[in-house]
């Protein structure tokens, strides 16, 4: 009897969730229908592989996974290529592909975040726009198999094709490329108007600067060469940093954050030109086709990618400060991932680049959630240490965040507990601050609390229900969530009291 009354309760939240009309930005906070403030906790679901037809075979048993994990948003990938094969032409198939997914994980109770995924821009070199969208004018391409986003730095192929990108060099249709893909934007936005589990759009992933990366690497090796001791030349360190020795030599130079602040600040000025003259216009393009068809979701802008590990970003300058239905959605990477230096992780380098960020939506008085961290992948237990703090200053931050990546055996990897972990889904009033300590399994939730919201806050811990302890049980249910967790319903009450809940797995 008290499974079935378990079951039944889980079954109404999940029912109520589901039905949830569009989120809303609101005072750096995102809000349901209901006023509750949202803590978005994801995982980027995208598949590159073309030949896959960019999705994986057992996508609704990879989001029932998810679920089981406490997971309430997924960033879903979308690849310009399976989009808009040939120019103009639309695929039907691959955007009923898409409906299908937004289904099932709005059937979990699950939020959608549409990516428009790119990494060297193109299905030509790795993912993205399709071949006919590439004008990269017969340049050669570099490509590292041990570090692939080297190719940003190195080929002229890849930077070639981002130039004629932003300068919206025609298509052999006679139609601008980008114009190719804001009109995308404006189908999709359409398509998914009516559906309440699609929270929003974020226009482009990790967007490049082109070939004015040029002026950015020299300014980084002029950097490096003059803190070098001796000194060096920009030649001898350009050298170093090509190999995976020597690049590993220098990133230990960057342990020192006064260094690492002067190498981050050094093209800045080329970065904030960039983002004027080229990024904020493809935004506001896109924007525009959105919002002529669609009003109601949230439009997520990425900052330039350097923004990605500390240089400052721009964007802000060209927005009105608290406009709704905008949010920003950087990334935050140290400049060990994706490299043989990865054990080299520094709290202190993440440290200013989270700083940075959480900055730019003090600024533009916009909710931020952090659109890609971690990328650990076969990585031990001593990614704990960067993984512990990263959370940690979310936290403080009450950002929600979306790990990169997903993928079929996540849950087995040494990390999962910084992925499977305590968190606020939903609470009803402004949440204060809120902490899970993994080591001693234990959730502890602040807010005030607003007596007009009807809805109860929902805390999910990664223990199931007879394994929690409350330390307050008054106006509180706890409820099985998936295989192994739990969700702690609290009940709404009179007035403005401030409300204080720690829960334990014993």
Known sequence: MRQLLFSFCFLSILSLHAQSPYLTTKDRRFIDSTGRTVILHGLNFVNKDKAKGY???????????????????????????????????VSEAYLRQLDERVKWAKQLGMYVLLDM????????????????????????HYANEVSWDDSYFMSAAVQTAFDNFWLNKPAPDGKGIQDHLVTNWGIIA???GGEPAVIGFDLLNEPFIGSAVNKVLAAFMHTLAQSMKPAMSEEDV????VTEEGKARLMQQLNDTVLYKQLVAAPEAYYAAFETDHLVPYFQKAKAAIRAVNKQQIIFLEPSVSANFGVKTHIAASFSPAEQQLAFAPHAYDIVTDTRSVAGASNERMKIILHRLDSVSKVMQIPMLLGEWGAFYSADSSMFTAGDYIVAQLEQMRCGEVYWSYFNSLENAAYFPLINRGYPMAVAGEL??????????????HWKNDASISSPTRL???FPPEKVHLSDSKNAEVIPDGTNGAVVIVHPIKGKAIR?????GK
């Open 55 to 89: 999705r994986y075979a057992d996508d609704s048993l990879s989001l029932v996974k998810m679920k089981q994990w406490g997971i309430n948003c997924i960033r879903l990938g979308v690849t310009w290529d399976g989009m808009e094969p040939a120019p103009g032409a």
């Open 117 to 140: 995924h790119q990494d060297l821009y193109s299905t030509k070199y790795a993912n993205g726009a399709p071949d006919w969208a590439t004008l990269d004018e017969g340049k050669p």
């Open 190 to 192: 359409a398509r998914y």
């Open 238 to 241: 350009m050298q170093q940093w």
């Open 432 to 445: 204060l601050h809120f902490k899970y300590d993994r080591m001693h399994r234990t959730l502890t939730v």
């Open 460 to 462: 999910y811990v990664p």
């Open 500 to 504: 204080k809940l720690v829960i334990t």
